[in-house]
Every structure is written in C-alpha cells, then in structure tokens.
C-alpha cells in the first residue's frame, strides 16, 4: 500500500508539473508571436524551435549533461529499439554534433554492441532508419543462433555415450572357449565305420589283421597266435 501511495503521489507530481509547464509555455510563445513575428507570418523551422524553448525552460547545466550523455552512450545492456528510443532523445540535445542522418547513422553504429557495429560498420547507412532496421536483423539473427546454440549443448550427450557403448559390448564377437579333448566327449558320425567283412570287427580304415597275418595281442605278423611269445609266456 505504501509503494501504491508513493506511485501516485509521483505521478500527481508530474502531472503538476506538466500543467505548470504547459502554462508558462503558452505564455512564452504568446510573448514570442508579438516580439518575433508582429506580422504574424511563422515563419520558424523545428529545430530553432526546439532550441529556444530548451534555451529557456531546461538550465543550461542540464543541456550540457544530457549532451555528455549522448556522447557516452552505448547499447550496453539495451536491445536495439530500446538503444536507439535513448538515442533519440539525447540526440536532440546535441544537434551541432549529428548534423545530418548520415552522421546521426555513424554515432548510432559506433554505440551498437561490438557483436552488431562490427556486423554494420563495413555498410554506408544513409539515415538513421535503415540503420535501425539492419541493426535489429542482425540482433535477431544473432538470437536465433544463440538460442540453438543453448539448445544443441543441452542435448544428453552422455546418453549416446552410454548406448554406443551398450552396442559395442552387443555387437563384440565372442572369444571361443578353449576346451581340452578329454572334457568334450568325440562324436563320431553313425555308419563311418563298418563291419570288417573277414574278421567281423569294425576297425575302420585300417588294415585288417587278419589279411595282414597280424596277432591282435601283439600286433607282430612275423608269428601265428599259436606260436605267439608272449603266449608262451603266459602259459610257464
């Protein structure tokens, strides 16, 4: 309630001073139709206008503070509308300094933010319009690219991390275990071997015993079974 009451006690005070002003111009321009213009043809541009009246209703010590101003100033934290909205005014207060809209497009350019002058100094701009209008393009563009640049670093990066290496370990070949024959029982396909058709057995490939006159105990063929040592042996 109490910041309510000093906004409206502000506010009553402008307005007051705004009809005191009012008033004490009316009767300045009055007194300036009879001293100046007796014939009563006006005959007066804008800005000799506006140079008498702050002459006399804005101290002289107020004039060369907002001059200094405007010659200090910078876009700084402004965006561009709000930078060249202050440009204007302080502008108003320096007219031997932008005599023209080209020198008027020169300051403005110089106070732009380093990213923005240096994207418009290269360019003769002619009026401070076409200035304004370059300017707030390329502050746009510049939003634009900021903002998908926030966008892009946002991205769960360190989620692809964790899935590229999920497929690696997935897509890795396997290591073959090593096994030693005696724990990986041989498999022997049915039919490879077949009953010997002289001895009845099934020895495979190999040469028959008995066609080689071989003794199965001893593997020799230079005896018959009978005649086997080893046989002879057994029996002492």
Excluded: N
């Excluded at 509308?81 to 020198?103: C, G």
């Excluded at 009026?127 to 892009?152: H, N, P, Q």
């Excluded at 490879?192 to 066609?211: A, R, S």
């Amino acid at each position: 309630m109490q910041t309510q009451a000093h906004t409206q006690a502000a506010l009553q005070a402008q307005l007051e001073a705004q009809i005191v002003l009012q008033e004490r111009a009316d009767v300045w321009w009055a007194s300036l139709l009879r001293t100046r213009f007796e014939d009563g043809a006006i005959d007066m541009a804008w800005d000799e206008f506006v140079r008498l009246f702050r002459a006399k209703f804005i101290p002289e010590h107020i004039q060369d503070r907002m001059e200094q101003e405007f010659l200090s100033l910078t876009q700084g934290s402004m965006t561009v509308l709000e930078y060249e909205a202050r440009f204007a005014e302080l502008s108003k207060y320096a007219p031997h300094i932008v005599t023209d809209e080209r020198s008027k497009a020169k300051k403005f350019v110089m106070g732009l933010k380093p990213s923005l002058r240096t994207r418009l100094v290269a360019f003769d701009h002619r009026t401070l319009d076409e200035t304004l209008s370059a300017g707030c393009r390329k502050e746009g563009e510049m939003e634009l690219y900021l903002e998908e640049k926030k966008a892009s670093q946002k991205r769960p990066v360190a989620t692809f991390q964790r899935q590229d290496k999920k497929k690696a370990v997935y897509h890795a070949p396997q290591r073959p275990v090593t096994t030693s024959s005696a724990q990986i029982p041989s498999q022997r396909s049915p039919g490879v071997k077949k009953e010997c058709p002289h001895c009845g057995k099934t020895h495979g490939g190999t040469e028959c015993w008995m066609i080689a006159g071989k003794y199965l105990k001893c593997g020799s063929s230079d005896h018959k079974i009978k005649d086997c040592p080893r046989l002879q042996q057994r029996v002492q």
